[in-house]
């Protein structure tokens, strides 16, 4: 049972443009959403993450949109670049309950120039 | 800050030969975290601690996987008789809490199992 869903699979964008990149949840009770940014050999590094309580948080050119009615959020990447070319992975945990992080499968973007 | 140090960075077995991977938490952090990576299965939670004590091993393998912080400064993850199917990139967070506190990953440890 997959419990956090990320489409597309695999996006490309020109450089210059908005990426949008979707995420999906099913425990009602996931209130923490943080995204990860992996370049291939190393760790997933943290890029923004947003509460349930808020339905939107910028940080430079990333903004997450998020929908706690219908159990979604969205990562925008604006003024897309080469170096932004990552998987992304949105990732959920409940708070109040355990801390572990549940990942979605993960959207390998691509920027071209 | 060095961040999340995991050793080693790679390791080769033999199926049914035994595997220890290391993590040092970023200092003064409370929480260390394990996950594994693989193609198939994606980013998989596997335990984690808190202060030294376990606080959820619900992503543990039954068998052959166990995880240790015998102090504040490393964890341990040790997998015994190894099988091909544990080929794996195992990740090491942590957090300055065992709340919701944002993780940090280390570069983690790239386990083959001949």
């Known amino acids: 049972q997959q419990q956090v869903r990320q489409s597309p699979q695999s996006l490309t964008v020109w450089e210059g443009e908005t990426a949008i990149l979707n995420c999906s949840y099913e425990d009602s009770t996931f209130n923490y959403f943080p995204w990860y940014q992996q370049f291939p050999g190393e760790g997933p590094a943290l890029l923004i993450s947003i509460s349930s309580v808020s339905d939107k948080k910028e940080d430079g050119r990333f903004t997450i949109f998020f929908n706690k009615r219908e159990k979604k959020l969205s990562l925008h990447i604006t003024d897309s670049q080469p170096g932004d070319s990552a998987t992304y992975f949105c990732a959920a945990s409940a708070q109040g309950g355990s801390a572990k992080l549940i990942f979605g499968e993960g959207t390998k973007l691509t920027v071209s120039s | 800050n060095a961040g999340v140090i995991q050793t080693p960075r790679h390791k080769v077995t033999g199926k049914g030969q035994e595997a220890t991977l290391w993590c040092e938490p970023i200092?003064?952090?409370?929480?260390v975290f394990w996950y594994r990576q693989t193609i198939v299965q994606g980013l998989e939670f596997l335990t984690y601690f808190r202060n030294q004590a376990p606080i959820d091993d619900s992503g543990m393998p039954k068998e052959r996987f166990s995880a240790q912080m015998p102090n504040q400064s490393h964890s341990t993850l040790k997998i015994q008789s190894t099988q091909p199917q544990d080929s794996a990139v195992y990740l090491c967070a942590s957090s300055l809490g065992g709340g919701v506190y944002e993780q940090y990953f280390g570069p983690g440890t790239r386990l083959t199992v001949l």
């Open positions: 200092s003064g952090h409370s929480a």
